[in-house]
């Protein structure tokens, strides 16, 4: 073709223009360099404004989640892993089986290419990972200020199991809360390289893509899952509560039964956080019926990432929806959720 | 309940802080007060991390693009109106039927509550007036000076109606090229307002949903239908030349047949802008096979929003993709895509 592309990406020294969002050939050239090499997916190498393909009749679910994570890369991940992973994760809670994604970018101008580059790059192996493709996308450039390094939304859709219907407002008196493992360990690792707080632990994110764990639970559970949730932003603190809040029960759990690590104990310990508020990108929280809690639990023990789970408590009938906890000192408190700013930009 | 909120969401004169963005109570609310209340339906409050909806066996398609236009507001719409019909476009120039829309807002610190809920309430009237409810949806908060007012990335799902498969590369030599209408007046209409450009004119964005123009387009078409775009960044310029590229033919299209305002005309060459590269947010060209451009353009013309639909051109068999244009003045040009930035952030 005669219109090849006048001047090339500069991948090893360039970086994002306001040129790279406006539609014309600087923008092909980024996209094609590196979200389609990372990617890599017919859908996207088809050039159009949107992916088809072809679904069964039956129950899908959609979601969507933005991410602004400061610093972009930590621990165990990147913006890019937790986009991928984070958005795979709100579809496997409904039970369902992660089909396709999409990925919006916004990009300040100025932003390395190589960056860039290496976000996409782990996109794309986490998206290959979990068998779930990224199938369309979006790229838009802000002037340099305008922004903090990269933004990703993806969004994403799965189909849901028949005979499953998980919602926040099923669980019921009695039911087990049981976790899939332990708790923190993406906000310390996140925190350990805030620029105004850097400290040494040796603590990685739990990011991770749990829809094959989930697939095992409702094997195992089937309908008596009432519900499922990863506790990121707000932790076990927030989602509990809002549990508690939607099917107007009240929980009871156990802070000894709770997996923490110790250095992840220690880090919230020197922040002056309580783990329960931190969030987390690997792990789950089920409410299940109490006569299937056993099995749940054994299909996650079976599950790489949910070696550790373990039953933390019960929902109880309780009209003010409360959750307490009975602590390690042999008292009672209540868990409740921040209500203010407590770990901004932690995914 | 009485662990309702602590303290209210200050419409009137509140600012979004970290806190709304934190997973807790005030994200909580400032979602229930804003964007439940603008959104308006049963998924969103049922307030799950997804939503889920019942499809029929097909092809789906789906799409996402990110909005960072500036100004937020500006004649005929604002963010939120583009965020909602730009991804009910994308869906819909795959021929389909808009089903169903994500929304991620990322929100800098201190922009107005005020703002943020008149984008909202644009949003939900636009989706309602297009029948495509916005059925979940994420927010996050990063801090003062790391975004620009509001960042909003949709995603949508729609479903290809059997039969039918429109992609870049389906243009054949002689097929016509038709557009919906006048080019230029989104982009024209954001420039005017920008704040070291302000100009005087009377032109508003086109910014509609154009999914009902596209069904009335296809029961006339039908599969002589080869593809459809709507020429956003980049304007009409970046789109034949993407399609040319992908289709491996040439365009001959006529400067004299494309609908044009003569107050969109003065305000391109007072900016310096070639209308061709102009942004639009609610027009389409279509690619349709000869023997049915004529149907094509009577159904577009007999529906509100292409009253001005023309027959602009042809594709013509050429290796060297070219887009050439016979000009007003009589002679030929060829008409490029800009290989670098103009219009930074119309959309």
Redesign the interface.
Known sequence: ???AS??KLDLANGRV???H????????QLIEGIFHKAFDNDWLR???????????????????????V?PLFFPGGNIGTLAVNGTIN??A??G?VPL?L?????IEEGFPLTDLEQIADSMGAASRDAGVPI?????????R????GV?I?T?G?GM?PAGL?L???AARPRDAVVISGSIGDHGVAVMSKRDNLEFDTAIVSDSAALHRLVADMVAAGGAHIRLM??P????IA?ML??IA??SKVGFHIDEEAIPLKPEVAAACEFLGLDPLNV?NEGKLVAVVAPEAADAVLEAMRAHPLGLEAALIGYAVADD???VQMATSFGGARIV??????????IC
């Not at 088809?46 to 602004?68: C, H, I, K, L």
């Not at 200020?145 to 903090?148: I, S, V």
């Open positions: 073709m005669i219109k006048s001047r223009d306001l040129s969002g406006a539609g014309g050939r600087a923008m092909r088809a050039g159009n404004d949107q992916s088809a393909f072809v679904v069964p009749s039956g129950r899908m679910v959609m979601t969507t989640d933005g991410y602004v400061s709100d579809i809670m409904a369902a396709y999409s990925a919006s970018f916004i199938i369309t996308g979006d790229t838009k450039v802000v002037e200020g305008k922004a903090d933004f939304s969004a859709v849901v219907d919602r926040s407002d949730r990863d990121t932003r707000g932790g927030a509560n809002e809040s939607h969030a003010n929806c409360l409740d959720w921040l209500s203010g700013e407590q770990l901004p930009r």
